[in-house]
């Protein structure tokens, strides 16, 4: 019986592989000679575009298929997971310099769980954090949102770094701002970096916050703009901002000549030999001796970064308040509190940061038709902050790649200098 249907498979086969070549001749008259003389330019595009869609069909659904996939699997493997949110009470006095916190981070640097990409498939990531700052009602507290399982690893380090500090798991403080359009109304920005990311931002280290034996009210940290700004607000208004981070993978702003994204020491290599190459000697080598001072401490700087952790770091900020007390005079705030982390405005330096907005302005009507978008963007901005997901579809951002003496400087527990009325 087996060999019966074979025989037939087999005769079948030939007489198609026959008849092969006679289609594609009539195939290729229509194509070649038919078409372009009965068909206009538009004609044939859309006869070409019907006549390729068998062929290219599947294999977009193909790709559509995968990338559902693993964003149905990230996102079950993501609410299966326990989280929790610690709180970082500060004492009255903290004589740590930010270098203790940088200690802290690094400990955070974690690339495991996806060591083959069998993991990818059943929905593995890395593992990320996020240290968040939240003023409510003008009281200002510190938090860190981790997985459940690195909990004590980070009570641990927190301990052995700032011994004054009690780190207490709490629940989370955005459920008590749920999101009801009308009762609340919220505004947030994201933040980039002014400068390809090797250029590094101005740190602790530059700002001398590293020496400790300088006296607090000589010492100028710059988180103290970020600190004021948020003991500003009032009664029924909520600022909060999040740092996410994670292991560094590749900088999402850089593209190589294959058009794919590079690391960061890839990427901090090009820039380096860029800046050479305007300074040649006789043999067509980089004389950087010839360089100003100005390229000089460029180099010396994106070197440096790379000595330490890299992460991928996502930074959103939120102001959301109840309607009657939405003030929109604190929109301004958030940009210009990360201005303390700027070398100079505008690019001037080596790097700082600067806003997306992700929520507006829309500066024509139509672009947004009745609030419609508004109001999906302003939904989909709360609800990214809420699960601080940042890396992976359906809430994934640009993320930058800073080093621990960055992230440190955007996020340390402040001494007395940062004392403010709440």
């Not at 996939?69 to 989280?83: A, G, I, S």
């Not at 990818?120 to 938090?143: A, D, H, K, L, Q």
Request: proline share 6%; hydrophobic share 40%; charged share 25%.
């Amino acid at each position: 019986m087996v060999g019966k249907f074979y025989k037939s498979f087999r005769e079948n086969i030939k007489q198609y592989a026959l008849e092969v070549p006679y289609v594609t001749l009539v195939l290729a008259y229509f194509l070649i000679v038919w078409i372009p003389t009965h068909l206009s330019e538009w004609q044939m595009v859309w006869v070409f575009v019907v006549a390729f869609l068998p062929f290219v069909l599947p294999v977009m659904c193909a790709v559509l298929a995968v990338q559902m996939w693993f964003e149905y699997v990230r996102q079950k493997q993501y609410w299966k997971t326990e989280h929790v949110v610690l709180e970082i009470k500060l004492s009255e006095e903290i004589t740590q310099s930010p270098y203790a916190a940088e200690l802290l981070l690094r400990t955070l640097y974690d690339t495991g769980e996806v060591d083959t990409p069998a993991h990818e498939w059943v929905g593995n990531t890395s593992p990320w954090f996020s240290c968040e700052i939240v003023s409510t009602e003008g009281v200002v507290r510190f938090y860190m949102w981790t997985r459940a399982k690195f909990k004590e690893r980070i009570k641990a380090q927190v301990y052995a770094h700032y011994p004054t500090l009690q780190v207490v798991e709490v629940p989370d403080y955005t459920l008590k701002v749920p999101w009801n359009p009308d009762e609340y109304d919220m505004w947030g920005i994201e933040q980039a970096l002014q400068k390809p990311d090797p250029y590094p931002i101005s740190t602790y280290v530059g700002q001398g916050l590293d020496k400790p034996d300088m006296k607090e009210e000589f010492k100028h940290d710059p988180l103290v703009s970020l600190l004021e700004f948020f003991g500003t607000m009032g009664p029924g208004e909520h600022a909060w901002s999040q740092i996410i981070l994670r292991g560094h993978t590749k900088c999402v702003y850089s593209e190589d000549e294959y058009h794919e994204h590079l690391r960061l020491d890839d990427w901090a290599e090009k820039i380096v030999d860029s800046l050479g190459a305007k300074f040649l000697d006789k043999e067509g080598l980089p004389n950087y001796s010839r360089m100003p001072e100005g390229s000089k401490e460029a180099v010396k700087a994106i070197q440096n970064k790379l000595n330490k952790q890299i992460f991928d770091v996502g930074i959103r900020s939120m102001y959301i308040a109840k309607k009657a007390n939405f003030n929109r005079t604190r929109f301004s705030g958030f940009p210009t509190a990360f201005r303390s982390f700027e070398h100079g405005s505008k690019g001037i330096g080596l790097n700082g940061l600067k806003p997306i907005f992700s929520i507006g302005p829309f500066n024509v009507r139509w672009h947004d038709f009745m609030g419609i978008r508004r109001a999906l963007l302003k939904k989909r901005f709360y609800n990214g902050y809420v699960t601080r997901q940042y890396f992976y579809t359906p809430h994934k951002g640009f993320h930058l790649a800073l080093n621990s003496e960055e992230i440190a400087t955007l996020y340390h527990f402040p001494g007395k200098v940062a004392h403010t009325p709440t």
